[in-house]
């Protein structure tokens, strides 16, 4: 970028976090499978022997509270240094880190409230599920919206007494170099939070296939997800897989069209487009699709491009020119496949840095790639449709299955649509609004499992059944 803005207080290198101290890396070829080897030691030490999983849930709770507050307090620091890092959108960089709070609110009195279940066999047994972390959990991460998705795996991992290892994504170190010192004050001991910084295939690799580490929740590519699905299976790990995704957002002719441009506008946009839940594929009814794409290409056309430090900004820079570079190659495979309505390169008077106009492209077919594959930047594609049939099977076209929004005044319509979608998540009359308590996840190629609310706790417990007999068992006597 130029002339960006460079928060204060920066640190001068990143180091890893072990067992409570910063420590380098270490030297070698092998360095990165070294580090990780000495951070679950720690992990595993902490697990072992230390209180964090003997802790009462209520103790615990107290401690994630105080972490939600430390994060809370230093919401702008860490909003400074995740859009200098990321370039996300200062404001939208500040609400990222207030849901990194609410998460560890929202775990806190989860572990609190949580209840097990028991089963009477009358007179003959007493069953009941002794709820137990799972063990070591690695963590690895993104790097949209990073210090948020990382909240997202650290509040549950800790509340149900798991010790972890976090493993950031390598674009995006910076805000991640923040948790040692906000655990530290929260109280949280030593060993119980680790973090290793280093590359996907050797960091991510080496605790993927570490003996020692019984779990692991990734959010990334669907590639990547593949690849460790396979990777974990020699030391049988549990998974939790949240994906890509390229979601349809279905507008029927009896929508609130003012409501409906709105949300379309802001569901891919937001964010620069980096957000797995994007609302990449608008399909709109052919009565009102001429005056759906003209309203909407005037509101792309108009959005603020800029520095990501200024409030004003709606769309920042992309994170990488890695990544710059392949979401201008799809914008010009686009060119190719569909007609071009608004953006289409850089913005005028940014003339370095990752900036991408907001695109839109018209008239895009199904089989076009713009349509089917995930381009996790500020583009997006509209295709109209004339039934609800058609629009169903556009909606399903494609390997991912993550979201979906549904606009319709037709109540009926609305869930019997919004059922029959290949998708994790449905929003009918709305863009991505969470309610931490329901199930997040994907289907198809956009990930393995739910968390949110209790499916978070879950995953990262055992839930060991006890069996206890209240009379005489009738044994069958062999050798008798
Ligand atoms: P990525 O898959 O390239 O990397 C994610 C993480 O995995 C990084 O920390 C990376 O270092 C690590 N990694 C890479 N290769 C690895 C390997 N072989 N073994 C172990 N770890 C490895 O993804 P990305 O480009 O950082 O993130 C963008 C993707 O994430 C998009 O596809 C997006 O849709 C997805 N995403 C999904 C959700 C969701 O909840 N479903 C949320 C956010 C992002």
């Given amino acids: 970028m130029t002339d960006q803005h ?37 992990a595993r030490k902490a697990f072992d022997e230390g209180p964090w999983p003997r802790m009462l849930p209520r103790e615990r709770a107290r401690v994630l509270n105080r972490i939600a507050d430390i994060v809370e307090s230093r919401d702008e620091r860490l909003a400074e240094w995740e859009s200098f890092d990321s370039g996300l959108p200062i404001t939208q960089a500040l609400g990222q880190a207030r849901r990194a709070a ?32 799972k063990g070591v959990a690695g963590l690895i991460t993104p790097w949209n919206t990073p210090f948020m998705l990382e909240s997202w ?27 040692p010192e906000i655990f530290r004050e929260a109280g949280v001991p030593d060993g119980v939070f680790n973090l290793v910084n280093g590359i996907g295939e050797e960091a991510g690799d080496a605790l993927v296939k570490h003996e020692d580490v019984q779990l692991i929740s990734f959010t990334g590519e ?29 507008v029927f002719a009896d929508a609130d069209l003012d409501a409906a441009i709105d949300s379309t506008v802001f569901g891919v946009f937001s964010l620069n487009g980096e957000r797995c839940t994007a609302g990449s594929r608008i399909l709109v009814e052919r009565p009102i699709y001429d005056e759906f794409v003209r309203r909407y290409v005037e509101r792309a056309k108009n959005i603020k491009v800029g520095d990501p430090h ?31 309505a608004a953006g289409g390169g850089r913005p005028e008077g940014l003339e370095s840095g990752n900036y991408v106009q907001p695109t839109v492209f018209v008239d895009v077919p199904p089989t076009a790639r713009i349509f089917q594959e995930e381009i996790f930047g500020p583009v997006v594609a509209i295709t109209p449709f004339d039934s609800d049939e058609e629009a ?51 289907v198809k190629a956009s990930g393995l499992g739910h968390e949110g609310g209790y499916r978070s706790l879950d995953f990262y417990s ?19």
Avoid at 6 to 26: I, T, Y
Avoid at 104 to 130: C, E, M, S
Wanted: glycine letters at 8%.
């Fill in 392 to 442: 169903l099977e556009l909606a399903n076209d494609v390997k991912y299955g993550l979201a979906a929004y549904v606009w319709t005044s037709d109540l009926e319509r609305a869930h019997n649509f919004g059922q029959r979608i290949d998708a994790g998540m449905v929003w009918l009359n709305s863009h991505n609004v969470r309610d931490l308590r329901t199930p997040f996840g994907g």
């Fill in 310 to 340: 200024d409030p004003a900004t709606e769309v920042g820079a992309l994170v990488h020119p890695e990544h710059y570079a392949k979401v201008t190659g799809y914008i010009e495979i686009g060119k190719t496949e569909a007609k071009l």
């Fill in 462 to 480: 055992d839930q060991q059944a006890m069996h206890i007999s209240l009379a005489p068992v009738h044994t069958p006597k062999f050798g008798a």
């Fill in 6 to 42: 460079v928060p204060q207080n920066l640190p001068k290198r990143l180091q890893h976090f072990v067992a409570g101290e910063f420590v380098d890396s270490l030297d070698g070829a092998t360095f990165d499978v070294l580090d990780v080897d000495r951070a679950v030691a720690s």
């Fill in 102 to 133: 609410e998460n560890f609110r929202f775990f806190a009195d989860l572990i609190v409230a949580q209840a097990d279940d028991t089963y009477k066999v009358p007179g003959k047994q007493v069953n009941y599920v002794n709820r137990k972390p």
């Fill in 222 to 250: 669907s590639a990547t997800g593949q690849l460790i699905f396979a990777n974990a299976a020699p030391t049988l790990k549990a998974l939790s897989m949240e994906l890509g995704g390229k979601s349809p957002a279905v």
């Fill in 153 to 179: 795996k650290l509040a549950p991992a800790l509340a149900s007494g798991c010790t972890v290892v976090l493993k950031p994504a390598e674009f995006t170190p910076l805000s991640a170099s923040l948790w």
